[in-house]
């Protein structure tokens, strides 16, 4: 650069030279070119003597109308100097004041060259206070701990994403608008600060939290979703704009599962280990498994107690727990496990009750006879719902089997696609019946059957219509059973009378299914319903003999009636009498025999496992409940 500069200097003196020859000269102006050639010689000569001259630096001498000048531009990279030779005013020459501007604008372009040379070229970057109070910065910028890099630039560090950040408002802006701090400083901003935490608490903030608890037990008493609290809240602040309570509602799903788990859960829970702890508050335990296939067995139990604040009797739930196995010791170790853990009296506990397993209730090597090995005076009420299933299930073993599998390959048929339920529809509406699903009965409630009977009593001619176009389209070894069975004439006969007899036991069933204690009414119930199955199929006036209902041999035949009066419901009598009017049928006399045969011993069965199973046993000729 140095020497670019002193050949451009030379340049501009020989262009003025130049034109100094070509304009009209005058005898003085002839005298004085010859000294300003020798000061241009002089210069010349001189530059190799500017040995003090900085590293970088360069002298350029001109004569200039403007007397003695020296200037000198100190950069923090070269020094430029600038010298003018000594002349006096009255040596210059007319053109002097013409070259004058041209030379000043030449020193100029050299100071704006040293500038430019003298500015970096790149800034440092230093975090500046003023941003913390900026609106944008505020909440999540903060200087950093982070040293200075090698060039000086300082660093910012954002408090939401843990980020250390170049201290230029640009960078930070750009880090402002990114995803990833947007979400961080949203959730951030969300959550409650210690100091507001400390503030204390107004009558207003204790209504809005006792409006959030009740929320929040409305679902876990009606069993409601948490995902509800997601709409809820939002609702309620739109109805009621002016109330200052709906308005500060911030529970949703999260916080509401947390508020019913870890606060309403344990705090009733507390309460209630505390009223069980008193010594002579008795209480019994129902004790339930899982039955579900999976690796981790858990084992609930629920507390039955009687309660002097509310003057009634309380089930509430007592705990849940994962059980090591299945085995009657393991059960009886977590049933004793889980009483002592909270601290309750052993004393305390005087009744159990469970579903009719033997691991559960058996005479040999269940939890109940463990149970009273060790504590003798503890009362065993088994879960009545359960007895009358089993009673109910083994009784309708007596009945044809191509019955049950009716009624459980045509759930089956149906279930499994999507286009059989679509082509039945088209019967449905073609027969005029009510659109309604087929149903499959459950495998282990039996009792369940009953509303299925009642669906294919309804749904009978177009099931019937249905599987005769189906076996001549696709015919199968199933279809073509099913068909075969509901075409016998018969079949529609043992439905009725099955939807008669299983209504009996439903109603038993649920009336025992209330949250109200009824162990009171289980024994006038048992009689009642024994009563009105022992007059389907024996003789009325044995009956009334029979003081005590228990006491009635109900398998004796001399106390039968006759097989044509054994009462099968009003429904199944009917289509019973018309199938002996109808020449068409193909029945005979032995059909019908066998019939009534069936039925005779499906009650003889639910007689006995009634009284089995519910809780009366004949020992000794004396009839005492097996539960109690």
């Not at 006759?562 to 009017?581: C, K, N, T, V, W």
Request: a neutral charge; charged letters at 25%; aromatic letters at 8%.
């Amino acid at each position: 650069m140095d020497k670019w500069l002193i050949k451009s200097v030379k340049t501009k003196s020989n262009n003025e030279k130049n034109i100094a020859e070509k304009q009209p000269s005058t005898s003085r102006h002839a005298s004085e070119q010859q000294p300003e050639s020798s000061n241009q010689q002089n210069v010349t000569e001189e530059q190799p003597s500017t040995s003090h001259t900085p590293k970088g630096g360069v002298i350029i001498s001109q004569n200039v109308d403007v007397g003695r000048v020296s200037k000198k531009i100190n950069t923090s990279q070269s020094n430029i100097i600038v010298d003018t030779n000594d002349a006096e005013p009255n040596d210059a020459e007319p053109n002097d004041a013409e070259s004058a501007p041209i030379v000043d604008k030449f020193l100029l372009s050299l100071k704006r060259k040293a500038d430019f040379v003298d500015t970096p070229s790149k800034r440092i970057c230093k975090f500046i206070p003023a941003w913390l109070t900026d609106n944008e910065f505020r909440g999540w910028l903060n200087k950093s701990n982070k040293p200075d890099d090698k060039h000086g630039n300082e660093y910012a560090f954002c408090k939401v994403c843990k980020s250390n950040l170049v201290a230029h408002k640009a960078v930070l802006l750009r880090h402002m608008r990114t995803e990833k701090h947007k979400e961080n400083f949203s959730a951030v901003s969300s959550n409650i600060k210690i100091k507001d935490m400390c503030v204390k608490q107004t009558c207003e903030n204790n209504l809005v939290k006792r409006a959030e608890l009740k929320l929040c037990s409305l679902l876990a008493t009606k069993d409601l979703p948490f995902l509800l609290m997601d709409t809820v809240c939002p609702l309620l602040k739109d109805i009621f704009p002016d109330s200052k309570i709906a308005q500060q509602l911030t529970v949703k799903r999260t916080k509401a599962t947390q508020i019913v788990v870890e606060c309403l859960g344990d705090n009733f829970l507390k309460e209630l280990y505390e009223k069980l702890r008193v010594p002579g508050m008795f209480f019994s335990l129902i004790m339930d498994e899982t039955t579900d296939i999976s690796v981790k067995k858990q084992c609930a139990f629920t507390a039955i107690f009687f309660d002097e604040n509310s003057n009634s009797l309380q089930t509430t739930f007592f705990d849940i727990l994962e059980n090591t196995g299945g085995t009657a010791v393991e059960l009886y170790s977590t049933l004793k496990d889980i009483i002592f853990s909270k601290g309750i009296p052993i004393s305390n506990f005087v009744g159990f009750s469970s579903d009719t397993p033997n691991v559960m209730v058996g005479p040999h090597n269940s939890v109940f006879s463990h149970l009273k090995q060790e504590f003798p005076d503890i009362v065993c009420v088994k879960c009545s719902c359960h007895m009358a299933h089993l009673a109910t299930s083994k009784a309708c073993l007596k009945l044809p089997k191509h019955i049950e599998d009716l009624l459980r390959n045509i759930g089956s048929h149906f279930n499994r696609s999507a286009c059989r339920r679509a082509k039945f529809r088209e019967f449905q509406e073609f027969f005029k019946v009510d659109i309604h699903k087929i149903l499959s009965p459950a495998k282990t409630r039996w009792l369940s059957l009953k509303a299925v009977v009642d669906r294919v009593l309804e749904q009978y001619e177009p099931l019937r219509a249905y599987f005769k176009e189906s076996v001549s389209e696709d015919p199968s070894h199933v279809t073509e059973t099913m068909l075969e069975t509901l075409n016998h004439p018969l079949t529609e006969v043992y439905l009725k009378f099955m939807s008669y007899v299983l209504e009996l036991m439903t109603d038993f069933n649920i009336l025992f299914q209330s949250e109200k204690p009824l162990l009171y009414r289980v024994k006038p119930e048992t009689e009642n319903l024994l009563k009105i199955l022992c007059s389907n199929y024996m003789n009325i006036v044995h009956i009334k003999k029979c003081a005590e209902i228990l006491k009635i041999v109900h398998d004796n035949p001399d106390n039968f009636l006759p097989l044509e009066q054994i009462y099968i419901g009003i429904s199944a009598f009917d289509s019973l009498q018309h199938l002996r009017s109808d020449k068409d049928t193909n029945l005979e006399q032995a059909d019908f025999d066998n019939f009534f045969k069936s039925i005779l011993s499906f009650y003889i069965e639910l007689v006995a496992s009634v009284a089995s199973h519910l809780g009366y046993r004949h020992r000794n000729n004396k009839y005492s409940y097996a539960h109690l």
